[in-house]
């Protein structure tokens, strides 16, 4: 049901889970072995430190992003790479995937999430073909080495206690020309193979290209302070377009318009009629500019404190027809000290004048662009002279608090892959120190994540207890034991190898590499093959967790940032399985002379 995405993740969730409860809350499970299975264990996974760590991970990962905090990694990628951003993001997954050989995939993802959310942001790209292609070449990567995954170590262990001692780089060989083998799919194939969701269409969309006009005062310290026109404009103001200059002049206003004397040098007081998107406004107000809203200039200086911190928003707004705000200048209209929000900047389909943009009169269907908290902008619902546009708020990145969440995820990572301390509770921490320092408001940490994450894992993780506990598990490697029988070392590997890709997007694969890894070791004794291939079939078999989202923490992690669907992944990774058991069941026989 999953697969087929005729039904939401919720309701598929929702139903495994209740039929799980129903099942074994009316007739109690006690196996031969006297193993029972209470409810409490099934409700287990809404309490698992994999839970906990992805739902706190995507706040620490939120906490950078609404930051900017990734801004100079991301220019800097730019400026390498010039007008090729998807090369950039394909030597970010290659430096991912080589990275995550060394170090635990998780803190990797975590690394690059961010950094590859604010690439696509700045040369929109699509989301959907970034994410899903990083956690699957941090997995590719991590089965290369012992140290590479969990599973690997997990594995390895077992393994030992068979009498079957596998070294750091016993597995590598195989597992880079696997991973290599991987790595093309994923670059070049997995991408076409994806399609964007409507969510991520809308979002994408919203806004882009849409003009304001709106106002920049000069002050002693802009950063606009002294420039010259270059042939009579100013191109050091893009994205910004430049519509005319108020200048106070013997104690009047003078306009004046492009094209500019050569002579001419903005100086403090000036006031710059600009127009540009939502986006380039927002840059300006994060970046500390004196956008002054049409307000009178003891009114921009009083509220420049409120534009500070993650709880200013920017929306849009259209004003009704019959509006008490229309005809009305921006400076008197009465927005501002009602809704206690600024007008930043003004939409209109024809044209406007060139004056002093506080004394614009406002029309019906003229679209505002507000800023103010967001609790502020929200009071305007159901306001029948101002429409607000809901959809559209969006908090304005505090970069003044950029170094601070970078140390916070940088502490996270750093406690995580050094292993000085859990990565649960690393994740936990950081999420509450993004809160705690206003790099993050608690509704924005709240939409972070979505429901669906919280009840796939919930059900996954009750699902596999029951398959485990049960014994449906073992009946299924017992069942592919019985199906390779005394066939060939070839055939037996291969069977062994499917099987356990199968089980690992199915139950965790730390779970499938610890349930087949004695099973392969036996096999390999009694047909009188290296046991070190059989062994190594189960590492390279249980990292192939690409087919469900399930199959891998990473997965989880990146089902938000890429606005996946269960059958999304299905559609991707399923054929890299496939791929990966092609490649293993050719190759192993003359890799390991079987």
Excluded at 265 to 271: A, F, G, I, K, V
Excluded at 518 to 524: D, F, G, K, L, R
Excluded at 540 to 555: L, R, V
Aim: charge should be neutral; proline fraction near 5%.
């Amino acid at each position: 049901m999953f697969a087929l995405d005729r039904f939401s993740i919720d309701a598929i969730s929702l139903t495994v889970l209740s039929a799980l409860l129903l099942i074994y809350g009316i007739v109690p499970y006690q196996g031969p072995d006297g193993a029972t299975l209470s409810l409490t264990e099934l409700l287990s996974g809404f309490s698992s430190p994999a839970l906990v760590t992805v739902l706190a991970l995507l706040i620490v990962g939120k906490g950078l992003f609404a930051t900017d905090a990734m801004e100079g990694i991301t220019s800097h990628v730019g400026r390498l790479c010039g007008r090729r951003p998807r090369m950039g993001v394909a030597l970010i997954l290659v430096v991912a995937g080589s990275i995550s050989a060394f170090l635990n995939n998780t803190p990797v993802v975590v690394i690059f999430i961010p950094v590859l959310t604010s690439l696509a942001a700045t040369f929109r790209l699509p989301a959907y073909q970034i994410f899903m292609p990083l956690s699957f070449i941090t997995i590719l990567g991590g089965m290369t080495t012992i140290i590479g995954s969990s599973t690997n170590m997990i594995a390895a262990g077992i393994a030992a206690e068979s009498g079957v001692e596998i070294g750091l780089f016993d597995i590598s060989g195989m597992g880079v020309i696997l991973a290599l083998i991987g790595y093309v799919y994923v670059l070049f194939f997995l991408p076409r193979l994806l399609s964007a969701r409507q969510t991520e269409l809308r979002t994408s969309n919203e806004g882009d290209g849409a003009q304001f006009i709106g106002e920049i005062a000069i002050t002693a310290g802009s950063r606009f302070s002294g420039l010259l026109p270059i042939s009579g404009f100013f191109p050091q103001l893009r994205p910004f377009s430049l519509h005319s200059i108020v200048r106070r002049s013997d104690g009047e206003d003078k306009v004046l318009l492009p094209p500019f004397s050569e002579e001419l040098r903005l100086q403090p007081d000036d006031l710059l009629q600009i127009s540009g998107n939502r986006k380039a406004f927002m840059d300006l107000i994060a970046g500390g500019e004196a956008v002054t809203f049409g307000e009178p200039e003891e009114e921009t200086h009083a509220n420049a404190g409120r534009r500070q911190g993650p709880h200013y928003h920017l929306a849009e707004a259209v004003i009704a027809p019959g509006s008490r705000f229309e005809g009305r200048t921006v400076r008197f209209c009465g927005i501002q000290p009602r809704f206690h929000v600024t007008i930043v900047g003004v939409r209109r389909k024809n044209r406007m004048g060139r004056g002093p943009f506080g004394f614009l009169r406002l029309e019906a269907g003229d679209t505002l662009l507000l800023g103010g908290a967001e609790e502020d902008i929200m009071s305007m619902r159901g306001n029948h002279d101002i429409l607000l546009l809901e959809h559209s708020a969006q908090s304005v990145p505090p970069r003044s608090r950029a170094l601070t969440s970078f140390i916070i995820f940088a502490a996270v990572v750093g406690l995580s892959a050094l292993e000085i301390s859990p990565i649960a509770v690393n994740a936990v921490l950081g999420a509450l120190a993004m809160i705690a320092t206003g790099c993050l408001t608690l509704q924005q940490a709240a939409r972070a994540f979505d429901r669906q994450i919280f009840l796939l894992i919930g059900s996954s993780i009750a699902m596999a207890t029951a398959l485990e506990v049960s014994g449906g598990a073992a009946l299924i490697a017992q069942g592919a034991i019985a199906l390779a029988g005394g066939s060939s070392a070839v055939i037996a590997i291969t069977i062994l190898f499917i099987t356990v890709a199968i089980m690992t997007n199915i139950l965790s694969n730390n779970a499938a590499a610890a349930l087949f890894m004695p099973i392969a070791i036996n096999m390999a004794h009694q047909i009188n093959a290296p046991p070190l291939a059989f062994a190594a079939a189960v590492i390279y078999a249980a990292n192939c967790s690409f087919a469900t989202p399930i199959g891998y923490q990473t997965n989880l992690m990146v089902m938000g940032p890429g606005h996946y669907n269960f059958s999304d992944f299905v559609r991707g990774g399923l054929p890299l399985v496939v791929i990966i058991a092609i490649a293993f069941a050719l190759l192993a026989p003359l890799y390991y002379n079987l």
